[in-house]
């Protein structure tokens, strides 16, 4: 059963996909990545894994109240301002099921 979700603020997805040959970048500045989501509420995010069980990619649910907002908070994630990612999308999302 699909649980409802009335918050107000609208969802949205990150997704990026990590340079190859970055985990190092990616272990410098995952301490500064987690400090700038933190503030988030309902967070709901980790790395996406290759085939090895290594990052190689981050997936991030988070609440903003415009596509804009969220894309401005994206663009400060200190992964970003780094150039950990090869690309990048952020996008409006509907949540059917929602844990509660």
Request: glycine share 10%; net charge negative; hydrophobic share 40%.
């Amino acid at each position: 059963m699909a649980a409802s979700r009335s918050l107000g603020r609208m969802l949205f997805v990150f997704h990026g996909l990590d340079h190859p040959g970055s985990i190092d970048l990616r272990r410098e500045t995952r301490s500064a990545h987690l400090a700038h989501h933190s503030s988030r509420r309902h967070p709901v995010g980790g790395p996406l894994l290759d085939g090895d069980g290594e990052p190689c990619g981050t997936l991030i649910i988070f609440e903003a109240d415009t596509l804009a907002d969220a894309e401005a908070f994206i663009a400060d994630d200190p992964y970003v301002l780094a150039g950990l990612f090869g690309s990048t999308t952020v996008r409006a999302f509907e949540a059917v099921d929602w844990p509660t």
